[in-house]
């Protein structure tokens, strides 16, 4: 398990942490834990607007790693 997350936030080499991919995942758990926390305090949530952040989230991260995909080490 450990080897798989290793592999989703590193670069090509798998051994440089990149953070882009970092931040993608710190924002997609952000997210969630909000969305969690009005559930539990709120008893509600807009499927909406939680569609809306993660679609955000996830195409705000696709992009970055892909403007950087060049300039990775080797």
């Known amino acids: 398990m450990n080897d798989i ?7 090509k080499d ?9 931040t993608w995942l710190i924002s997609l758990v952000a997210v969630i834990a909000v969305a969690l926390w009005e ?19 996830s195409a705000a991260g696709g992009a970055s ?5 060049g300039s990775e080490p080797q």
């Open 39 to 57: 559930v539990i305090h709120a008893n509600q949530v807009s499927i909406r607007e939680l569609a809306e952040a993660l679609g955000i989230v």
């Open 5 to 11: 997350i290793s592999h989703l936030l590193t670069g």
């Open 14 to 22: 798998n051994k440089t942490h990149d953070i882009g991919r970092w």
């Open 65 to 69: 790693v892909a403007m950087k995909q």
